[in-house]
């Protein structure tokens, strides 16, 4: 697995180094590391946020391109199943476009047959437009990757995806729980604004808490894609 330094990560100018003091920080944070250190060890820093661990650790310095593909799709299927899970069943053509991107990332499949799964994915998203998180991430996650910077988009963009549908799933069924509770005394302005500062409030509380949730999923799977050493 590729090994980077301390000074490689502040290269890549993470956006502690826009606070006072920030360089110092990034440096006491990743010391423990060592000298040279993997994403495998970054993912292991339990006292970084889940967000700031997958941005280091899906640098293109760190891991190659097929790995990055696959976490992608990862990713993707993962935010089709919160669709399933939430009752919304997602066009068959998502889930086989995933499917075809991994098998092509791990050279089980042409490019020719991405390229309609690629094709596939997109007629699905627009056909069901309320579903386009899930489908859209299953979309993004062919990228064919020329160089590490798309495949890291990719799998950047994918693992946003999976976080922002689980979010505001759960952010809409408590804003939905919130407003129904306040529904009896919306006869009044005073009732009806309290029931839209409930919805509010528990929109951001469950939006919040449900996004930090996925990023701490996304972390645990890329550490097992990592385990089962993907790259060739």
């Given at each position: 697995m590729k090994t980077v330094t301390v000074s490689d990560v502040i290269s890549w100018h993470p956006c502690w180094l826009d606070e006072l003091g920030g360089e110092d920080r990034v440096r006491a944070t990743l010391a423990p590391?060592?000298?040279?250190?993997?994403?495998?060890a970054i993912l292991g820093l339990a006292e970084v946020s889940a967000d700031d661990r997958l941005w280091a650790a899906l640098q293109p310095e760190l891991l190659p391109d097929r790995t990055?593909?696959?976490f992608a799709c990862?990713?993707?299927?993962?935010?089709?199943?919160?669709?399933?899970?939430?009752?919304r069943e997602p066009d068959p053509r998502s889930w086989a476009a995933v499917d075809v991107a991994e098998q092509h990332a791990r050279g089980e499949a042409t490019s020719q047959e991405l390229d309609a799964a690629s094709d596939a994915a997109s007629d699905a998203a627009?056909?069901?437009?309320?579903?386009w998180g899930a489908a859209s991430a299953a979309a993004r996650?062919?990228?064919s990757?020329?160089?590490?910077?798309a495949a890291r988009a990719a799998a950047s963009d994918a693992v946003s995806d999976a976080a922002w549908a689980s979010a505001s799933d759960a952010a809409w069924t408590a804003a939905r729980s919130a407003g129904s509770a306040f529904a009896r005394a919306a006869a009044s302005d005073a009732a009806s604004d309290a029931a839209s500062?409930?919805?509010?409030?528990?929109?951001?509380?469950?939006?919040?808490?449900?996004?930090?949730a996925e990023r701490d999923a996304h972390?645990?799977?890329l550490i097992e894609l990592l385990d089962e050493d993907v790259t060739p």
């Amino acid at each position: 697995m590729k090994t980077v330094t301390v000074s490689d990560v502040i290269s890549w100018h993470p956006c502690w180094l826009d606070e006072l003091g920030g360089e110092d920080r990034v440096r006491a944070t990743l010391a423990p590391l060592g000298e040279t250190f993997d994403a495998r060890a970054i993912l292991g820093l339990a006292e970084v946020s889940a967000d700031d661990r997958l941005w280091a650790a899906l640098q293109p310095e760190l891991l190659p391109d097929r790995t990055l593909r696959v976490f992608a799709c990862r990713c993707a299927r993962r935010a089709l199943e919160r669709e399933r899970a939430s009752g919304r069943e997602p066009d068959p053509r998502s889930w086989a476009a995933v499917d075809v991107a991994e098998q092509h990332a791990r050279g089980e499949a042409t490019s020719q047959e991405l390229d309609a799964a690629s094709d596939a994915a997109s007629d699905a998203a627009y056909d069901a437009s309320a579903a386009w998180g899930a489908a859209s991430a299953a979309a993004r996650a062919f990228a064919s990757a020329a160089g590490s910077a798309a495949a890291r988009a990719a799998a950047s963009d994918a693992v946003s995806d999976a976080a922002w549908a689980s979010a505001s799933d759960a952010a809409w069924t408590a804003a939905r729980s919130a407003g129904s509770a306040f529904a009896r005394a919306a006869a009044s302005d005073a009732a009806s604004d309290a029931a839209s500062d409930a919805a509010s409030d528990a929109w951001a509380s469950a939006w919040s808490a449900s996004w930090a949730a996925e990023r701490d999923a996304h972390v645990i799977d890329l550490i097992e894609l990592l385990d089962e050493d993907v790259t060739p």
